[in-house]
């Protein structure tokens, strides 16, 4: 592999188009809420804590940007912006208690305090392999601070993994992208957005999981470029780690190899736009085979399934969602998680567009460099479609990194206001209508 070059290989251009989109769709969407107040449909102080989330993230970006690309900026700005957006979370008590965090507070509590040895502890009060990861993790943080510290530090723990993951992922872009600067739209986007300082404070798994994803991603790279046997290990250790967080990960690992290790040559840009297409329409068309033979997501499928038989287009928009959501929320009811990540929401879905540019660039130009991260994205895609979990952004976060990774590409040759003014006013109307339900 060798560095994707390109006319724009030193320059800052895509950095300040970022940032003008960005504060574009800040504007936007602070109007947009606005709007929701005066037609009583959102109450202002969620509008407000929404509204400074966004801002403070946007000016965390645009200050990124601007500084030199080092491991120690990554790493030092991805703790101050996780340590602060966490401090208000925790300061306006806008910490949410999802179901999961008390699963995993009680479970991580007993195994700390069991008299058994760790593991048998571990398989004694879980049965889910895929809930090991984040109950080992949570396990550790009460056996260091107790019941009393041990939530602050995970959420210290979490947050020191996750801005080492930006580092890792720092490392990897700097041998694919010639442009550096490029490298810096794709961990302000990573490293700056609401669902850092909610999986930290929430008691979740997702950040930690994500650190493991990015450790997998890594060490695939590291095999293809140099096959020793200590990458060899490492590889196999962080893609049998990801099955202790979500079963079906190890797989999307191996097959990123296999395929870019054995296949490089037969991958033309016919054969990539046959492949996604065919494997797409067999996830949308083929719930029902997929069901019977794959068991062990069965449970997804039919929930899937049930809202098929309620929406006759839920399967085909579906699609859409595993790209562009989850949708801004503002409206009241709404629930409380959507309410925490406006910000991830309203960039994810802006940015979407630059993403999907970007991979359309790729497969037609054969940037082969980024080839492992698309066959996760896909892969993961293909899941959460298949499963009806498209705009649960707890399954696509820890895969953002390689979404994110087009960005870049996508605002070199794409960014011209005839793509842009259609795409804001289509997630625009979709948001009014996700709000207006």
Do not use: H
Not at 24 to 33: E, H, M, N, Q
Not at 72 to 80: G, N, T
Not at 208 to 227: D, H, I, Q
Not at 329 to 353: G, M
């Amino acid at each position: 592999m060798e560095y994707i070059t390109d006319e724009y290989s030193i320059d800052t251009e895509q950095n300040i188009k970022a940032i003008r989109y960005y504060g574009i769709v800040v504007l936007l969407y602070t109007f947009f809420s606005l709007g929701f107040i005066f037609i009583g449909k959102a109450e202002l102080n969620t509008v407000i804590f929404q509204s400074l989330v966004l801002y403070i993230s946007y000016g965390f970006f645009a200050f990124f940007q601007r500084r030199p690309l080092t491991s120690s900026e990554v790493f030092l700005d991805s703790i101050l912006y996780a340590t602060l957006t966490s401090t208000i979370f925790f300061g306006l008590d806008f910490v949410d208690r999802p179901n999961d965090s008390f699963f995993y507070a009680s479970k991580g509590l007993q195994v700390a305090n069991s008299q058994f040895d760790f593991f048998t502890a571990l398989t004694t009060f879980v049965d889910d392999q895929s809930d090991w990861g984040g109950l080992v993790f949570t396990a550790f943080g009460y056996i260091l601070g107790g019941e009393e510290y041990g939530p602050f530090i995970l959420v210290l723990l979490k947050i020191l993994l996750y801005s080492w993951a930006c580092i890792i992922l720092y490392k990897l872009f700097d041998t694919i992208y010639e442009n550096k600067e490029w490298i810096k739209i794709i961990l302000g986007l990573v490293a700056f957005n609401s669902y850092v300082p909610y999986f930290a404070t929430a008691g979740l798994k997702e950040l930690v999981f994500a650190f493991v994803v990015v450790g997998a991603v890594y060490y695939v790279y590291c095999v293809l470029r140099n096959p020793s046997f200590v990458n060899f290990i490492l590889f196999a250790l962080f893609a049998i780690l990801t099955f202790f967080f979500r079963a079906i990960f190890p797989i999307y690992f191996v097959a990123a190899y296999i395929i870019c290790r054995f296949a490089m040559s037969l991958i033309t840009t016919k054969v990539m736009v046959v492949a996604i297409i065919a494997l797409f329409l067999f996830v949308v068309l083929g719930a029902g085979f997929l069901q019977e033979k794959l068991p062990f997501i069965a449970g997804g499928i039919q929930e899937r399934l049930d809202m098929e038989r309620n929406s006759s287009g839920f399967k085909y928009l579906n699609v859409i969602n595993a790209f562009i959501s989850p949708y801004p929320a503002v409206e009241k009811s709404q629930q409380l998680v959507n309410l925490y990540n406006f910000q991830y929401e309203v960039i994810n879905s802006s940015f979407a567009l630059f993403c999907l540019l970007g991979i359309y660039r790729c497969i037609k130009k054969e940037m082969s460099d980024l080839y492992p991260i698309l066959i996760v994205l896909i892969a993961n895609s293909l899941m959460l479609i298949t499963v009806g979990f498209a705009m649960n952004a707890r399954y696509t976060f820890v895969t953002i990194f390689c979404f994110y990774a087009f960005v870049p590409l996508g605002l070199a040759y794409f960014f011209k206001w005839k793509f842009i003014f259609p795409y804001l006013l289509f997630i625009l109307s979709l948001t009014f209508l996700y709000n207006m339900r």
